[in-house]
Nanobody, 125 residues
């Protein structure tokens, strides 16, 4: 059974930084696309960033491009989200997700089948 556990959330002032971590178990981590999503109060969950299983290619939502960086440590089965220049509108619960199938491209939210419990990120103005 796949298990994803996020950590690193918290309260930070605008302009500050946070680094989220997601520890994975129950899967051959290096074979799966991994992603970060977020859900703000009263809004739908939205895509933030994705990192491919192969070559570590990355893709970002326009709203975070240039400020956030997704990376992965296959040996330790961890995916990170470095968040810099945080804005109040980045406030949300952040979720880590693993693709439903190994060795495939996870292009949209429905392609991700395993989810963590989420970690709260609050950015004060």
């Amino acid at each position: 059974q796949v298990k994803l556990v996020e950590s690193g959330g918290g309260l930070v002032q605008a302009g500050g930084s946070l680094r989220l971590s997601c520890a994975a178990s129950g899967l051959i981590f290096s074979r799966y696309d991994m992603g970060w999503f977020r859900q703000a109060p009263g809004k739908q969950r939205e895509f933030v960033a994705r990192i491919r299983w192969t070559r570590g290619n990355t893709h970002y939502a326009d709203s975070v491009k240039g400020r956030f960086d997704i990376s992965r440590d296959n040996a330790n089965m961890i995916v990170y989200l470095q968040m810099d220049s945080l804005k109040p509108e980045d406030t949300a619960v952040y979720y880590c997700a693993a693709a439903s199938q190994e060795w495939t491209i996870a292009k949209q939210e429905t392609d991700f089948g395993s989810w963590g419990q989420g970690t709260q990120v609050t950015v004060s103005s």
